[in-house]
């Protein structure tokens, strides 16, 4: 993929990027133990936004892998999944809160200045507020990089070093995307070890009808087709 804009997410940070329809984003570890927990909006009709438990549930998955689409709750297809080095992204669990953070003891920017520990909900709301949206907007996330277990009572841990240094995953937008990324730890880590994230933007191929994304699944197929119709 040819770089149109690239930028280094330091661990434990916010980033926000407005993805035209076409161009494809590209999240890479930096070094180990990466998360990249990731809100996805419409640019224009934030009406759109992604709607993890309809994605999970029309694609008959309990993780996001390729080539899977993001859809909003209207069923419309906001971006695909069109490559990853990883099988498993994590989707069930969340975004890190406040509550998570404070686990690790006190933390302040006067006595840790870039080192200060903040969650992905403070980061959201750090970049929600660039573009005129705020709490009411937060919205279930893609953990990009990290992994849950599942045990036969029902209960979920977290798998570190699912993710090393150069491992990735790359996204189509099918339609001008709003995207927020925080690269606070997994709110299920046991240790506060932030790890940074390389996201680079690009030129794609657009899709065909033997696009994989479109032959996954029926749902994949009607989402991209909703797209082309609600946003053409």
Same mark, same amino acid.
């Not at 892998?65 to 709750?73: F, I």
């Not at 977290?158 to 339609?175: C, K, N, Q, Y």
């Not at 995207?179 to 030129?203: D, F, K, M, N, Q």
């Given at each position: #993929?040819?770089?149109?804009?690239a930028? @280094? ?14 161009? !494809?984003?590209?999240?890479t570890?930096?070094? &180990? ?7 996805i909006?419409?640019?224009h ?8 438990p =309809?994605?999970?549930? !029309?694609q ?7 080539? #899977? &689409?993001? #859809?909003?709750? %209207?069923?419309v297809? /906001?971006?695909?999944?069109?490559g ?6 994590d !989707?069930?669990c969340?975004?890190?809160l406040d !509550? ?8 302040s920017? $006067?006595?840790d200045?870039?080192?200060w520990r903040r ?6 709301l750090?970049?929600? %507020?660039?573009? +005129?949206?705020?709490?009411? =907007?937060?919205h $279930?996330?893609?953990? *990009? *990089?990290?992994?849950?277990?599942t045990?036969? =009572?029902g209960? /979920?841990? *977290? &798998? ?7 491992d990735?995953?790359e /996204?189509r937008?099918e339609?001008? /995307? ?12 046991r ?6 994230v390389?996201?680079?933007? $690009?030129?794609?191929?657009p899709? +065909?009808a033997? @696009?994989?994304? #479109?032959? *996954? %699944?029926?749902e ?6 909703a797209?082309?119709? &609600?946003?053409?």
């Amino acid at each position: #993929m040819s770089t149109l804009l690239a930028h @280094d997410i330091p661990g434990g940070a916010a980033w926000s990027v407005l993805l035209r329809a076409g161009r !494809a984003l590209r999240l890479t570890a930096l070094d &180990v133990g990466a998360n990249a927990s990731t809100l996805i909006f419409a640019a224009h009709d934030r009406v759109d936004r992604l709607n993890v438990p =309809d994605t999970l549930k !029309a694609q008959m998955s309990a993780r996001i892998r390729p080539p #899977m &689409v993001l #859809m909003s709750d %209207r069923g419309v297809g /906001l971006c695909s999944v069109t490559g990853s080095s990883l099988d498993w992204h994590d !989707a069930v669990c969340g975004h890190s809160l406040d !509550a998570h953070v404070a686990a690790f003891g006190p933390s302040s920017y $006067g006595r840790d200045r870039n080192e200060w520990r903040r969650s992905a909900r403070s980061g959201f709301l750090s970049e929600l %507020r660039k573009h +005129g949206l705020g709490e009411t =907007d937060l919205h $279930g996330c893609v953990n *990009f *990089f990290s992994r849950v277990a599942t045990h036969d =009572d029902g209960s /979920l841990t *977290f &798998v570190p070093g699912h993710a090393s240094g150069g491992d990735w995953v790359e /996204l189509r937008a099918e339609i001008d /995307l709003l995207v927020i990324i925080s690269t606070a730890p997994h709110p299920l880590a046991r240790e506060w070890a932030p790890s940074p994230v390389r996201a680079e933007v $690009g030129p794609s191929t657009p899709y +065909g009808a033997d @696009d994989p994304s #479109m032959t *996954f %699944r029926d749902e994949s197929a009607r989402a991209l087709l909703a797209a082309q119709a &609600v946003f053409a």
